[in-house]
Every structure is written in C-alpha cells, then in structure tokens.
C-alpha cells in the first residue's frame, strides 16, 4: 500500500515562509494529478494548488502570488512553497495525488500555524 508522508509544517510568524514537502512511499504510477488542500477547524477541506501535466498549476485566489507548488518526479515528491504566511493561511495541509491506474493517495496532514 502506497503512503504520502507530508513534512515541513509548524509554528510560524506572519511573513515567514514554510516548504512543505510529500513524498509516496513507492513509485506511483500515470499519476494524472497533484495538489496540496487544507483544512482550518470548523472549516471544509479546500483545494489550495494543483499541478498537472495538462494545465500546469493552478491555485486558490486567496494564495495566488505566495504559494508555489512544484514536483520532483524522480523522488516522489511534491512541494508547496509558502510565502509571506498570515494567520488565516493556518491550517492542517494535505497532499494528494491521483494515478489513472490506482486511484486517489492522501497523505495524513501536516499543521501549519501562523501565529505572533
């Protein structure tokens, strides 16, 4: 069973920068899509990047210009580079990657906290 382990989160100030990384625990195969999500208490779980060979990368209007997603095939791994953080970027994030063959992965979350 193919696993997504997330790292790079924690307590943070507001303007600081944080990169989180992904990487699948095997080689996950025709891997159509990938993107990072997050979710805030008390809030739904929302798309925050995307990448796909397809249209490229796409991200939520609120991170537009901060957020950078990026992929390292050869290592398995996805990236979301975050700058300029504020508190409302506070959330648990999550990796995600889609495989036309296998289906959907998940990773199990990583806090981020931006916080003075």
């Known amino acids: 069973q193919v696993q997504l382990v997330e790292s790079g989160g924690g307590l943070v100030q507001p303007g600081w920068s944080l990169r989180l990384s992904c990487v699948a625990s095997?080689?996950?195969?025709?891997?159509?899509?990938l993107a990072w999500y997050r979710q805030a208490p008390g809030k739904q779980r929302e798309l925050v990047a995307t990448?796909?060979?397809?249209?490229?990368?796409n991200y939520t209007d609120s991170v537009k210009g901060r957020f950078t997603i990026s992929r390292d095939i050869t290592k398995k791994t996805v990236y979301l580079q975050m700058n300029s953080l504020k508190p409302e970027d506070t959330a648990v994030y999550y990796c995600?990657?889609?495989?036309?063959?296998?289906?959907?992965?998940w990773g199990q979350g990583t806090q981020v906290t931006v916080s003075s």
């Open positions: 095997a080689s996950i195969f025709s891997i159509a899509r």
């Open positions: 990448i796909t060979d397809a249209v490229g990368t």
């Open positions: 995600y990657m889609h495989s036309r063959l296998s289906g959907d992965y």
